[in-house]
């Protein structure tokens, strides 16, 4: 039995009835709860409504805070949804928002984006709109950027400084290292063996020290990276992490990102919101112009590292690029494709250009920010980069249905 709200009496099956009515939504014959909301729990079925109902032609109603024309509407929708969700349910409902009911004119308004949760995929889509954006809006947008930048950093520069700083002392190490730059440490480690009991100490077969380009540039890295449209999250993190390395002494890094057009990015690396910036997403992807121009930069072939970000759709002359992709092979440089940098994992791709380029024996694969830095402390030290790649694969995915997809499948 249930009274006319709907209740039974059990609070397990009334938690459970209540869950799938704000789950399922409220129109004639979308659900069979017969569960009566109030309070809290009908602003926050009006807040879901406002995004998820449809009527009968398919567009979204109009319901409670409502999504109007207005961003003034649109901004107290969002303050909403901030006051009764968590911020990763957030950033799903401003996904969804964007693309279901066509919200990126709005996001041209600064009512809105003082409002907004920020998250990579929003800036993303502030950068795509970046040259139609009335000054206005863009100091707005550049405090969204700054904030998500601020906190991809916070996140992933100590970790990579950590793992690139023992690679570079690892790969600087020598053999045959002069008295003041013996590592004792290591030495003896290496020389246990070589123990002589009756005189009581070590007699070292081998020395290891750091030689005296511990603070000059040990590497050069070449970040190529994609900046069309499916790009987005991994031009943010691309951008973040070109910056840290910049950071680094003993690397010289460079930025370059293109579309049909190649544009260097190398002297705004001191602020990583420059650069987002500089980008353009969108339009076509010509990856053989983009390498020519990355060739151009390299001067000690041996010592460089060229990370090529794309999802490899060519536009430009296919074979060209494959070509230009083995000269720098066989020239030494290391050259690895990563399908995408963010946390969404594989993306589509272009299969038989990420076949041919395994080929000739550059690795292609999807890598997330955190598997990032162990990624590049292996390239300076020439190791293997199949474990990573491996490990890598394995990252879950988020679920396809996780954005745009309505009201959550249940409770």
Wanted: net charge neutral; charged share 25%; hydrophobic share 45%.
């Amino acid at each position: 039995m249930s009274d006319e709200a709907g209740r039974t009496g059990d609070p397990e099956a009334d938690e459970r009835l209540r869950r799938w009515r704000l789950a399922l939504g409220g129109a004639p014959g979308a659900e069979g709860t017969g569960y009566a909301l109030s309070g809290t729990d009908a602003a926050v079925d009006a807040v879901l409504g406002a995004l998820y109902d449809g009527g009968a032609d398919g567009e979204a109603r109009q319901r409670g805070a409502g999504l109007g024309a207005s961003a003034p509407r649109v901004a107290r929708w969002l303050g909403d949804i901030r006051q009764y969700f968590p911020s990763t349910v957030v950033q799903v409902m401003q996904a969804d928002a964007i693309e279901r009911l066509n919200l990126t004119r709005l996001l041209l308004e600064p009512e809105m984006l003082d409002a907004v949760e920020p998250d990579v995929h929003l800036v993303g889509t502030l950068l795509s709109l970046n040259r139609v954006m009335p000054d206005k809006s863009k100091r707005a947008a550049r405090k969204v950027v700054a904030k998500v930048v601020a906190e991809l950093e916070r996140r992933i520069a100590q970790p990579t400084r950590t793992a690139l700083s023992g690679a570079l002392n690892r790969a600087a190490r020598i053999n045959r290292p002069r008295h003041r730059d013996i590592d004792w440490d290591r030495t003896i480690r290496a020389n246990l063996k070589h123990y002589q009991a009756e005189r009581r100490t070590i007699v070292p077969e081998r020395l290891i020290g750091y030689g005296r380009r511990a603070q000059a540039v040990q590497r050069d890295i070449v970040l190529c990276v994609d900046q069309s449209g499916s790009m987005a999250a991994s031009v943010v993190y691309s951008g973040v992490f070109a910056a840290v390395l910049a950071s680094m002494r003993s690397l010289k890094t460079s930025l370059v990102v293109f579309d049909t057009a190649v544009v260097d990015l190398t002297d705004r690396l001191s602020d990583p919101v420059d650069v987002l910036f500089g980008t353009q997403l969108g339009g076509g992807t010509d990856i053989n112009r983009a390498i020519a121009y990355g060739q151009q930069l390299i001067t000690r072939p041996r010592d460089t590292i060229f990370v090529l970000i794309s999802d490899l759709y060519e536009g430009g002359v296919r074979e060209e690029m494959l070509r230009r992709v083995a000269a720098m092979t066989a020239a030494g440089v290391q050259v690895i494709t990563l399908l995408a940098l963010s946390d969404e994992g594989a993306p589509d791709y272009d299969r038989e250009n990420a076949a041919a380029l395994a080929a000739l024996g550059v690795p292609a694969f999807a890598c997330t920010p955190d598997v990032f830095p162990e990624l590049m402390a292996a390239a300076i030290e020439r190791r293997d980069l199949r474990g990573i790649m491996e490990r890598a694969a394995a990252k879950p995915t988020p679920p396809a249905g996780s954005a745009g997809s309505g009201r959550s499948g249940g409770p």
